[in-house]
């Protein structure tokens, strides 16, 4: 194995510049100690408060809308540990093996040895295969953001918004305010489920009435709010044309060129995985994810987890945990560490997790679609497989975990590794099965978790160790 | 709850080779339970590299391997599908003159067994093969050898065992194995119990505590080979590439992938896991960027490993048991099992019918290792009434 002849104790290493990262990095930092953050980002921020690649002329108040604050207040925060850790962008963290960590920064791979592993990684939307949903102008919601927040341009001319969770509501307003020409909003939960948003008043009274206004200027806009949305395909030659669906027993069609689509979020569970912690389902999310204590450690010691990455909860709690789970890598060293502040905050990620029930039943994820997905449907798209030739080959199989179906209907074997595919994968596979969602198992993570150039260097340090 | 079962044949492990010999055996109208401590095909079988080769191999395995060659094309009669099962060729790259000379060398050896190699020259490879870069000096080529998909193959051997009436034992791991009368008991997870007259063991890397258990021990160690697999590609490869001397091995699926073998990795904690080395996973593409000059822009878009028994040898073990009447021995396959696997499952059902079988498999007989690791088991009669040893 190749050795680093480094004398100093190693960094604690943080993977991910999201609100997450950046709070654990500054309760490091505030410690004495020198984290190294990486992120493949070229820019911190994370998901939500993302920057924009160049400056264009837009404030944060037209970027963030009512984050801005909290945007700018956390872009400066991380600028001002500047020198206090080291920083990587465009840093892609590809694997993890025996306490080292294997990461590329234009097309040359180092291997960095760490002492503690915080992983902040966030999470991407989450999606269920649809008749057209491959059309050129389909893109998820957080796509759709990004379009807009790094770029500045809307994803057409004429968009509709389709899904479930509260970013639909959000993304469509901050379009609305963009100027660009929203169609309607596609909600596939019934308008009474949004009465479960009533519960969350008490908890979190901003949160629920800042949605309830963005419902209602969208609505003022003359935006059409659709709710109890089913049975929605995409139609278009080579792009999107329009999209249909059924509602109240009767079916619907218009015209668009751009489609916003998500089903809530999904964590990016990979380095946990390739860090070995341990995995148990999560009936909220619906999702394997990775244990962890109420601080945020793993059962790796020295591996922790915080933010959207370890479960979804929000950018918030993204702040919250990656503070709290700071203090908890410094427990675990011996060093001081404010009991209360920890006891504070894991107060207020219980809070939040309180609201977390509340929207999953304002929000609630349409699993059932899989059962009625048309065959010709394609379910994995990385390696173009319909939910015909995967219901095929479970049955010819026989099989009824998720890895098994990978290894015979490649579902999940592309370049996303199932982060696109799986959930649909696996909601297909129980009902197929006759299972539960959580009897199927999940898809074993593999190195590297994005793709790498076949070229790819190796440092000079390393070749000389060898 | 304790569950009973009683068969003819118990299987231990339901990688290739026990499941080919599950499906063989049913074939000759035994009853067979095949058993899997995980997922049938789920270990090395289903993971391997999908190398069909029969070239290269010691002479002494080239009649098992030629008959294992005449399963191949007869899969989708055989268990239901082709398993993407490709006759494109295996070509042996020679990096210098001595690798050449060696290569040349063995076509010699192997002239009678028919394999039909053909020995090219560098000019010859350029014509033929003008997307092999440079530095490669000659190779040997294999018309009949090939690739296919292991993971398809070796769990559709498992599935059609079990349609033609095996009773296939998923997740249940066998814990221990005695002498019963005139068979086996065989202890099961989920309290299962099992009654056969013959066992065979095909555990794979963990066939040796079995083995043991009967007063045979075997230096059965593990390896790990690193398998990297690019995002798919225009078609390029038209064989399976191999390199005298090891190195990097590769070959092109049908969906347009690269499958890129070479190198070792390395075990977790728990050792029946195992993954790539980053530092060899970039070795083995950096390999093949500079050998496949069509690769220089392609991605990769992930590395495995699997863990595969290995015999000091490289020979397996195949073959009845010198100790204990009925048990029947099919591991250690060295890296090289996938290919032969078919025909050693039809060898077992032979010995289990008549106690013997017509293609030579004397040179990997259990006996061979009874000098070097000879254990005198004071008292235990011959292991006969042991545990395996985990
Ligand atoms: C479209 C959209 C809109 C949202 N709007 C809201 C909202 O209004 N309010 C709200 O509370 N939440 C919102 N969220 C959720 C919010 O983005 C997350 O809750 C928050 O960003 C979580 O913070 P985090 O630090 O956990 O992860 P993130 O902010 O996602 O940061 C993770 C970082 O890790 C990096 N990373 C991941 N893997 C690697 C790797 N292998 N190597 C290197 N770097 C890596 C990523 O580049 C990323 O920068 C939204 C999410 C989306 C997708
Ligand atoms: C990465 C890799 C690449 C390879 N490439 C090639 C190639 O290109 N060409 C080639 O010919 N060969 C190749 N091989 C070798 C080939 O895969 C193996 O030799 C072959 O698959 C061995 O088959 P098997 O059935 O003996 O073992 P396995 O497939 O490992 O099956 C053994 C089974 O026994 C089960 N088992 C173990 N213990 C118990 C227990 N106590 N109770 C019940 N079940 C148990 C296991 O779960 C396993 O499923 C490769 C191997 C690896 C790992």
Redesign the pocket.
């Known amino acids: 194995m190749t050795g680093h002849p480094t004398s100093e104790r190693p960094q604690p290493l943080i993977v991910g510049a999201g609100p997450a990262g950046i709070r654990a990095a500054e309760a490091l930092v505030a410690a004495g100690l020198r984290p190294l953050v990486v992120d493949e980002a070229p820019a911190c921020g994370g998901q939500i408060y993302r920057q924009r690649l160049a400056p264009d002329g837009r404030s944060s108040r037209d970027l963030y809308g009512s984050e801005a604050a909290k945007a700018e207040t956390l872009h400066r925060d991380f600028a001002a540990l500047d020198g206090k850790l080291d920083y990587w962008p465009q840093a892609l963290l590809w694997n993890l093996r025996d306490g080292r960590a294997d990461i590329m920064i234009e097309g040359t791979s180092r291997q960095v040895a760490y002492d503690g592993l915080l992983l902040a990684t966030g999470a991407t939307d989450r999606t269920l295969p649809l008749p057209g949903w491959t059309l050129p102008g389909v893109f998820t919601l957080g796509g759709a953001q990004i379009a807009l927040k790094s770029q500045g341009c809307a994803i057409g001319s004429k968009v509709v918004f389709l899904g479930s969770g509260p970013l639909l509501y959000l993304v469509a307003w901050q379009y609305m305010k963009a100027g660009a020409k929203v169609a309607a909003v596609l909600d596939t939960a019934p308008f009474a489920a949004k009465f479960n948003l009533l519960r969350g008043l008490p908890l979190f009274p901003g949160i629920v009435l800042r949605g309830m206004r963005m419902t209602a200027e969208l609505k003022l806009a003359g935006i059409a709010l659709h709710y109890g949305v089913g049975d929605v395909r995409i139609e278009g030659a080579s792009k999107v044309e329009a999209i249909a669906w059924r509602q109240d027993g009767l079916e619907h069609r218009l015209t668009c060129d751009g489609i916003g689509y998500g089903l809530a979020l999904r964590s990016e569970t990979q380095l946990a995985d390739l860090a070995g912690c341990r995995f148990a389902f999560n009936a909220r999310d619906r999702a394997v994810l990775p244990e962890r204590d109420a601080a945020g450690r793993t059962s790796v010691p020295g591996v922790y987890l915080a933010g959207d990455g370890a479960g979804i909860a929000g950018a918030d709690a993204a702040e919250r945990a990656g503070e709290r789970v700071a203090l908890a890598l410094l427990q675990d060293r011996g060093l001081p560490h404010d009991a209360a502040r920890a006891a504070a905050l894991e107060a207020e990620l219980a809070r939040i997790s309180r609201f977390r029930e509340v929207l999953e039943a304002a929000f609630p994820f349409p699993a059932h679609w899989v059962r009625d997905i048309a065959d010709a449907t394609t379910l994995c798209r990385c390696e173009e497989i319909t939910a015909g030739e995967v219901r095929a080959a479970i049955n010819r199989f026989g099989v009824h975990e998720l890895n098994r179906l990978k290894a015979v209907s490649r579902v999940g074997m592309g370049r996303c590794q199932g982060r696109i595919c799986a959930a649909a994968a696996a909601e297909l596979l129980a009902h197929e099965a006759g299972r539960g969602i959580e009897a199927v198992g999940r898809l074993r993570s593999q190195a590297p978790v994005k793709p790498v150039p076949l070229t790819l260097a190796l440092t000079a340090q390393q070749e000389a160790a060898e | 709850m304790s569950r009973r079962l009683e068969v003819d044949v118990a299987i231990?492990?339901?990688?290739?080779?026990?499941?080919s010999a599950a499906l063989a055996l049913r074939g000759l109208g035994f009853s067979v339970a095949l058993?899997?401590?995980?997922?049938?095909?789920?270990?090395?079988?289903?993971?391997?590299?999908?190398?069909?080769?029969r070239q290269g191999r010691p002479i002494e395995q080239l009649p098992l391997s030629q008959r294992a060659h005449a399963v191949w094309p007869r899969l989708r009669a055989l268990i239901g599908i082709d398993g993407e099962f490709l006759r494109s060729g295996h070509l042996k790259l020679a990096r210098d003159e001595a690798d050449m000379a060696s290569l040349e060398a063995y076509a010699e050896a192997v002239a009678e067994q028919g394999l039909d190699l053909e020995l090219i020259g560098h000019n010859g490879l350029r014509e033929r093969f003008g997307w092999i870069g440079d530095g490669i000096v000659g190779a040997s080529f294999c018309p009949g050898d090939g690739?296919a998909n292991?993971r398809l193959v070796?769990t559709g051997f498992a599935a059609a065992a079990r349609r033609a009436g095996v009773e296939v034992l998923e997740n249940?791991?066998?814990?221990g194995v005695t002498r019963d009368g005139g068979g086996f008991a065989l202890e099961?997870a989920g309290n299962l119990t099992l009654r056969s007259r013959f066992v065979v063991n095909?555990?794979?890397?963990?066939?040796a505590?079995?083995a043991e258990s009967f007063g045979e021990p075997v230096p059965l160690s593990r390896?790990?080979?690193?398998?990297v697999v690019t995002e798919p590609m225009e078609p390029v490869m038209s064989v399976n590439i191999g390199m005298e001397g090891g190195g990097i091995?590769a070959r092109q699926v049908e969906r347009g992938n690269i499958v890129v073998?070479g190198e070792r990795a390395l075990p977790l904690n728990d050792p029946d896991l195992s993954r790539p080395r980053g530092d060899g996973a970039i070795a083995i593409m950096n390999n093949a960027a500079a050998l496949f000059p069509g690769l220089r822009h392609a991605q990769a878009i992930r590395f495995?490993?699997?863990?595969?028994?290995a015999m000091p040898d490289k020979n397996?073990v195949i073959g009845p048991s010198e100790t204990t009447h009925g048990l029947i021995h099919?591991?250690?396959?060295?890296?090289?099992?996938?290919?032969?696997?078919p025909g050693v499952g039809e060898v077992l059902a032979e010995l289990v019918r008549d106690g013997e079988t017509q293609t030579p498999i004397a040179a990997f007989s259990i006996g061979r290792f009874r000098e070097t690791s000879a254990r005198t088991d004071a008292g235990s009669g011959a292991g006969q009434n042991q545990e395996?040893q985990?």
């Open positions: 231990i492990g339901g990688g290739l080779v026990g499941s058993l899997d401590k995980g997922f049938c095909g789920a270990q090395a079988s289903g993971v391997n590299y999908g190398g069909v080769r690739h292991p070796s249940t791991a066998v814990e099961a095909s555990a794979g890397a963990w066939a505590p079995f390896i790990y080979p690193s398998m091995y073998g495995w490993s699997g863990t595969e028994g397996p099919a591991f250690g396959f060295t890296g090289a099992g996938f290919q032969i696997a395996p985990h």
